[in-house]
Structures are given as structure tokens and as C-alpha cells.
């Protein structure tokens, strides 16, 4: 059973900065895949941005060339860093791990103000 506990979230204006981190526990082995998906106010839940643990890519359209994503093996650590945000990228940010199962964390807002 992985348990994920995510960080980071607040209130920004517009062009600016913030990091989430999703910290993974309950497993001795390196976590599969990890990622980060949203859901805004009266949308479904979509992408943001996914890793393998070798390292491996995946990133929406909409956030391709202001958002990074990385991760820490060692710690099971997925981070998430979000530049030039915009008012549509508030949502709750989910943190979500694949290990045989998939795994969710209990969400972080992200507001971004005009």
C-alpha cells in the first residue's frame, strides 16, 4: 500500500512560480511511474504531467515548455515545478502513483490570481 502525501500549493499571481513535491511511503521498492493530474472547478479530472522511475516524460500541451517534472527515487519523491502559471491552471493538483496499483494523494490547491 503507497501512501502519497503532496506539498507545496498556495496562491500566486499570474507569472509567477510555484513547486509541488508528492512524497511516496509504504513501499521498499522504487515506485513505478508517478504524476501529477488536476481538476478544476466543474471539470474532470486531467494530465498534467507524468514520470517513469527511469526517468521518462509525459507533459499536456498546456503546460509543455512551463512546467518540469522530476523525481527522487532514492526518496520516492515526485516534484512538479509550474512557471509562467496562469489563472486557468487553478485547480487541485493530484499527486498519482502506478505500483501495481494506482495511488492517490488528498490534493493541493493551486490558485492563480489575474
Known amino acids: 500500500q503507497v501512501q502519497l502525501v503532496e506539498s507545496g500549493g498556495g496562491l500566486v499571481q499570474a507569472g509567477g512560480s510555484l513547486r509541488l513535491s508528492c512524497a511516496g511511503s509504504?513501499?521498499?521498492?522504487?515506485?513505478?511511474?508517478m504524476g501529477w493530474y488536476r481538476q478544476a472547478p466543474g471539470k474532470q479530472r486531467e494530465l498534467v504531467a507524468t514520470?517513469?522511475?527511469?526517468?521518462?516524460?509525459n507533459y499536456a500541451d498546456s503546460v509543455k515548455g512551463r512546467f518540469t517534472i522530476s523525481r527522487d527515487n532514492a526518496k520516492n519523491t515526485v516534484y512538479l515545478q509550474m512557471n509562467s502559471l496562469k489563472p486557468e491552471d487553478t485547480a487541485v493538483y493530484y499527486c498519482n502513483a502506478v505500483h501495481g496499483h494506482d495511488y492517490w494523494g488528498q490534493g493541493t490547491q493551486v490558485t492563480v490570481s489575474s
Open positions: 509504504g513501499t521498499p521498492f522504487v515506485i513505478n511511474a
Open positions: 514520470i517513469t522511475s527511469g526517468g521518462t516524460t
